[in-house]
């Protein structure tokens, strides 16, 4: 077996050495895998409106009952997750590539570029999340489009202030010096030595952003911003059980699990990740 290889299996032990890293996987791969294929384990529209079956209990025949419309409440759950995680995933891939990019050339390279956006970074992180999210939203324009550039730039912030801090530590080190003693240029020290030693770190930070960006489209659709009807997510559902939660409370229960056991899995994902890659560098 060849060293990486091997260094990929001593990963991959170390990670599955933990039940709750393995149970925490696997509920999250159960969520995508439900929303991904809600087309085929639903059939029926969720859309489709039956004034006659107005929140019918849940049954063989429709597992999560019907809602206020009297629609399909497990195609509206599924196919509101497929759209929350959608969005939450492309936002977490352009906050997370622009902020980890702009930390990494501030901290590494420092200087006038240092100091001029890490000024206007921090006038932005000054601002709290949530109100950062919403601002964007507005400059952009309201709708779904544009909302997960607003939610991905507002990741940028406090990503690239994160990165920032673990280069600096970095570029100071014995063998960056010797490095760059033997000619290797700024690019080949950045990816090789950089990247690879904060790389634990990086992971653990795409999860918990993916799991913040996933937090934060909840509560936007909760609160009526970035989804237009019919389009439902589910803070959308969440809200639409609000008024009759002690009557029929799984219109915002089962929603509301959904969101609970998606972020609490990517968190202990990401955990279990970070020892596994700590202890085999």
Not at 252 to 262: A, D, E, M, N
Request: one cysteine or more.
């Amino acid at each position: 077996m060849t060293p990486k290889r091997n260094k990929l299996a001593n990963i991959v032990r170390a990670y599955f050495s933990r039940p709750l890293n393995t149970i925490a996987l696997l509920c999250f791969i159960l969520v995508v895998l439900l929303c991904v294929f809600a087309p085929l384990i639903v059939p029926e529209n969720y859309n489709t409106i039956h004034v006659n079956r107005i929140f019918e209990k849940p049954s063989w025949q429709h597992i999560f009952g019907r809602d206020r419309l009297g629609r399909d409440y497990l195609g509206r759950v599924l196919f509101g997750g497929r759209l929350t995680l959608k969005v939450a995933s492309f936002a977490t891939v352009i906050g997370f590539l622009l902020g980890t990019a702009a930390g990494i050339l501030c901290g590494y390279f420092g200087n006038t570029l240092d100091t001029v956006v890490m000024r206007f970074i921090e006038t932005l992180e000054a601002v709290p999340f949530l109100l950062l999210v919403l601002v964007f939203e507005i400059m952009l324009g309201l709708g779904t489009g544009n909302y997960r550039y607003a939610l991905g730039v507002a990741m940028i912030p406090r990503l690239t202030h994160f990165v920032r801090a673990e280069v600096m530590k970095l570029r100071s080190q014995e063998y960056i010096e010797a490095s760059r003693s033997i000619g290797c240029s700024e690019m080949q020290i950045i990816f090789r030595h950089i990247l690879n030693n904060i790389f634990p770190i990086l992971i653990l930070q795409l999860l918990r952003c993916f799991a913040e960006a996933v937090l934060t489209c909840t509560i936007c659709g909760y609160l009526q911003i970035g989804f237009t009807p019919p389009m439902a997510d589910w803070g959308t559902l969440v809200a639409d059980g609000y008024h009759v939660l002690r009557v029929y409370p799984w219109i915002s229960l089962l929603p509301s699990g959904s969101v609970i056991l998606t972020v609490l899995s990517l968190n202990l994902i990401g955990n279990g990740l970070h020892d596994a890659l700590g202890q085999k560098q």
